[in-house]
Nanobody, 121 residues
Framework: QVQLVESGGGLVQPGGSLRLSCVAS????????MGWYRQTPGKERELVAR???????NYADSVKGRFTISRDNAKNTVYVQMASLKPEDSAVYYC???????????????WGQGTQVTVSS
């Protein structure tokens, strides 16, 4: 009953920019942390960036200074603005939310379906 829907992926040239968005909907009491992860074939999913409800952020070293995560708590939406993209940023990007569903006492992790980002000339 909780759904995360990503948008904004696509093909971009090296050095270009892209913004991903993710909206959480459904029976949600409170979202604690929202974030972005990415995965390439044969590799484990890795953290890109995350942000808590107070606006505190942390980033993977590989994206620091190039990616910016932000959040609109009123809209249950998280964004990541990606700049100076490199071919090695190509991956499926997944939205994640650590949240408490309405009627529950327990935090749980939810994932979006993923959106492909390809950086290539």
């Amino acid at each position: 009953q909780v759904q995360l829907v990503e948008s904004g992926g696509g093909l971009v040239q090296p050095g270009g920019s892209l913004r991903l968005s993710c909206v959480a909907s459904g029976s949600i009491f409170r979202i604690i942390v929202m974030g972005w992860y990415r995965q390439t074939p044969g590799k484990e999913r890795e953290l890109v960036a995350r942000i808590d409800s107070g606006g505190n952020t942390n980033y993977a070293d590989s994206v620091k200074g190039r990616f910016t995560i932000s959040r609109d708590n009123a809209k249950n939406t998280v964004y990541v603005q990606m700049a100076s993209l490199k071919p090695e940023d190509s991956a499926v990007y997944y939205c994640n939310a650590d949240l408490i569903p309405r009627g529950s006492l327990r935090r749980d992790d939810y994932w979006g379906q993923g959106t492909q980002v390809t950086v290539s000339s």
